[in-house]
């Protein structure tokens, strides 16, 4: 693993994600509550906040797959609401934290079915769905597991697997709910490295859940803050990763110093 440091690699200035003002309930329960956020095209930032601040909640609106009672979300300018779910897909696309298959699908069929925006509404997966497939097999390190039942997989086997499944599916924004936290720490590098390596060769915007503070500093160049549905916090990595932040977000007393090779800022639990 060579480490960058994120912030010093360049973003544009279009906005990729645009959030004014939503709002979100689940029955009387408001989870996100008058949140506003813009992500600029290439950027990426991580998402950090305790159990239950409506981190998981953000993504689903930005894929329109919960309702939004207020507000309005952009992708790329365009109104979430206005776009046809096969244009949506083709702009944005999620590794959620599990995926349950109704029927026992191989790997490779699972993967396969992120082309399902590409194809038209008669037709099937052609041949450059499946040059697709197996490249993000290939891409991912997975390609072993194609013909491996998804069910059977192990909980780090099925999120490298989602992540193949997201790159054939070749959206402009990565959206990644934990996408690593099954991962042991070898294959958590890999896969944060490859999704580096994607924003910088192709432009692809990410925004990414994360509960490991010290790999999200390491890879966004940006940190947002969620707790009880609000922002609390968002901005550089240098500038928010501080022990009053997470004080103030996780109740938790920290010290933070500095990565000894990239400079990153680095937390430090302290003991009670």
């Not at 040059?131 to 909980?155: C, M, N, Y």
Request: aromatic content about 6%; some cysteine.
């Amino acid at each position: 693993m060579k480490v960058t440091k994120s912030s010093e690699e360049p973003v544009s200035a279009e906005k990729a994600l645009e959030v004014r003002d939503i709002t979100v309930s689940y029955g009387d329960t408001q989870v996100l509550k008058g949140l506003t956020l813009s992500i600029a095209k290439g950027e990426i930032a991580g998402l950090l906040g305790p159990n239950g601040s409506g981190k998981t909640t953000l993504l689903h609106a930005l894929l329109g797959l919960v309702p939004v009672q207020s507000g309005l979300v952009r992708l790329f300018g365009r109104d979430l609401r206005h776009l046809p779910a096969k244009e949506r897909a083709r702009l944005a696309g999620m590794v959620p934290q599990k995926m349950n298959t109704p029927f026992p699908f191989r790997v490779y069929e699972v993967v396969l079915m992120g082309r399902y925006p590409h194809i038209s509404y008669w037709g099937g997966y052609g041949e450059k769905d499946h040059l697709f497939a197996s490249q993000a097999l290939e891409q991912t390190g997975v390609k072993h597991l194609s013909e491996r039942l998804f069910p059977s997989l192990s909980g780090g086997e099925q999120q490298m697997s989602l992540l193949a499944r997201l790159q054939a599916q070749n959206p402009r924004i990565f959206l990644l709910d934990e996408a690593t936290s099954a991962l042991d720490i070898k294959r958590k590098i890999e896969a944060l490295d490859f999704i580096s390596g994607l924003r910088r060769r192709q432009g692809v915007t990410v925004l990414a859940v994360f509960h490991d503070i010290n790999l999200a500093a390491l890879y966004c160049s940006r940190l947002i803050f969620l707790k009880e549905g609000c922002i609390k916090h968002d901005g550089p990595a240098e500038s928010v990763l501080v022990p009053e932040n997470i004080k103030d977000v996780f109740e938790t007393d920290v010290m933070v110093t500095r990565h000894p090779i990239n400079g990153a800022p680095q937390v430090f639990f302290v003991p009670g």
